[in-house]
């Protein structure tokens, strides 16, 4: 799949306006210079839409969950390429757990991926900012909150566990959907999980900058859940 570099194409109101929420939460930093925030710069005719952005990645799953990864852009000569600068077409907002690593599960490489990663896959004031950053300012189509079988943040979150340090700020990010996934039929700790997901999305969207983007067709906020057992990746919400 051809991917050019993403360009943003808003009027100069919506930049201002991205940029009074974007400096809220500090995603505009020295570096992002004046002529980005003003620039009208229509987009590549080939440019890659939020839904095929979203296919791509269920593509590179589906290749990694039945052992035929392409491993693309893995070499040298892309190392190079990205090293001049990054244009992502996804982003993902995921869980710190070691059995997940997005490039490999979605079977993308250099270049491709925008991710956070944070235990229970939460979105902090600091994750928000990040992907705000990859959407609006490298142009991700997509943002995909992934939560997993067996979260050990969820998991604990559920059981009360009290723990040392900053973790338990971890778990209180977590407990309000614990406490909505209760009375759901089924597995106690997958309710859970997936709730969390929901909830992480709602987070994001609640984002000037982001629902912004969502309403210019620019962007789309999935959620999805990874089984560890199979490497499959399903669609919540």
């Not at 991205?18 to 590549?44: D, H, M, Q, Y």
């Not at 080939?46 to 799953?61: F, H, M, R, S, V």
């Not at 566990?161 to 309000?176: N, R, T, Y």
């Amino acid at each position: 799949m051809s991917r050019q570099h993403p360009q943003i194409n808003l009027s100069r109101r919506s930049l201002f306006k991205f940029s009074a929420g974007a400096i809220g939460t500090g995603v505009l930093t020295a570096g992002l210079s004046s002529n980005l925030l003003a620039a009208e710069i229509a987009p590549a005719e080939d440019e890659i839409t939020p839904d095929k952005a979203l296919q791509e990645l269920l593509d590179g799953n589906e290749r990694f969950a039945q052992r035929k990864r392409r491993n693309p852009h893995q070499t040298y000569s892309r190392l190079a390429e990205v090293a001049k600068g990054q244009k992502p077409f996804a982003s993902i907002l995921s869980c710190a757990d070691s059995r997940v690593p997005s490039e490999i599960v979605f079977d993308q490489g250099l270049g491709d991926l925008f991710v956070c990663r944070v235990a229970g896959n939460i979105a902090t004031r600091e994750e928000i900012g990040s992907l705000e950053f990859g959407s609006l300012v490298l142009g991700s189509k997509v943002i995909m909150v992934v939560g997993h079988e067996r979260c050990g943040a969820v998991d604990a979150a559920i059981k009360g566990a009290e723990v040392p340090g900053q973790i338990g700020s971890l778990l209180e990010a977590i407990k309000p959907s614990v406490e909505s996934s209760k009375g759901k039929s089924g597995d106690k700790l997958e309710n859970a999980c997936k709730t969390n997901v929901l909830a992480q999305i709602k987070k994001l969207k609640s984002s000037p900058v982001l629902s912004e983007l969502i309403k210019a067709e620019k962007l789309k906020i999935v959620g999805a859940y990874y089984d560890l057992d199979t490497g499959k990746i399903s669609i919540v919400g």
